[in-house]
């Protein structure tokens, strides 16, 4: 068990408008790579914000300030022992490109979502993917994002 140091913002890399499953998202991550998945032990995140705002829990864990073995996921490698990952469906443009794609319900369901983990949790940095991996990964910034929510992190 660690203490829980960082909320890190993901989004699935995927086109703008296309709805991703928890059962894809599980398939993608878990398979084995002769089946198309990364291999990987567990899926990447903890819960996922669905075109809808609907938000649907992927891994369970008992909503403390320590991250459990139990609780871990793959989101940021050298990240995942102290963290939890959130994603949101999109990210993509059309061809490909990164873009924040975020409908007004996922904006509004992450605003909603990090205010309460940031409540609940004041000392726990929140960061996009980006911000500790060379990628495009959530496909805006973060941080500026949070200075709007008036969150000082």
Not at 126 to 142: M, R, S
Request: proline share 3%; hydrophobic share 35%.
């Amino acid at each position: 068990m660690a203490k829980l140091k960082y909320l890190v913002i993901h989004c699935t890399a995927t086109a703008e408008g296309r709805e991703v499953t928890a059962a894809q998202i599980r398939a993608a991550h878990t398979n084995p790579v002769s089946k198309g998945g990364r291999g990987w032990r567990v899926v990447g995140y903890t819960d996922i914000i669905h075109l809808d705002g609907r938000i649907e829990r992927l891994v369970d864990n008992n909503e403390d300030a320590n991250v459990d073995p139990w609780e871990i996921t793959n989101g940021a490698k050298g990240y995942n022992s102290i963290s939890r990952h959130v994603v949101y469906t999109g990210g993509l443009d059309k061809k490909g490109k990164p873009k924040d794609t975020r409908t007004v319900a996922q904006k509004e369901a992450l605003k909603r979502y990090v205010l309460d983990f940031h409540r609940r949790f004041p000392d726990v940095k929140i960061i996009g993917h980006n911000e500790v991996a060379a990628k495009d990964c959530p496909c805006f910034d973060v941080q500026a994002w949070l200075r709007d929510l008036n969150i000082n992190n």
